[in-house]
């Protein structure tokens, strides 16, 4: 496995951390980096416009996947203005470790 440190560029955010994608080498394409990458940040392949490698290069094709080393850093640009239309931030009740009973108690 290839392990590659991704983000969603935004110098909006205060925290736009990394996360660690894996993509197998033997499937080292630009479409796989694309769909593993959209997957894990929760963000439609549509509106990527582009895929950089920092600090300054764009990876347009399958020959500069295949070029990449492990944890290398790459930011996902995406093609719409407005970056918070594109997630979906689940209700209280949907996230892990939310207890119903807990938040229905009475004093």
């Known amino acids: 496995e ?7 560029q935004n110098p909006n955010l205060r925290e736009n951390d990394f996360i660690e994608i894996e993509l197998d080498r033997q499937e080292l394409t ?10 894990e940040l929760g963000v439609n392949p549509e509106h990527v416009q ?10 347009r094709k399958d020959k ?4 990449l080393q492990d ?3 790459l930011e996902l640009v995406l093609t719409v203005s407005d970056k918070n ?3 979906r931030v ?4 949907e996230r892990s470790g939310y207890n119903k009973k807990a938040s229905e108690l009475t004093y």
């Open 2 to 8: 290839l392990v590659l440190k991704v983000r969603i």
């Open 30 to 39: 630009y479409k796989e980096l694309l769909r593993v990458s959209c997957c």
């Open 50 to 59: 582009k895929i950089r490698k920092l600090p300054n290069t764009v990876l």
């Open 85 to 87: 239309l594109l997630f």
């Open 71 to 73: 944890f290398q850093e």
């Open 64 to 67: 500069d996947v295949a070029r």
């Open 90 to 93: 689940p209700a209280l009740s």
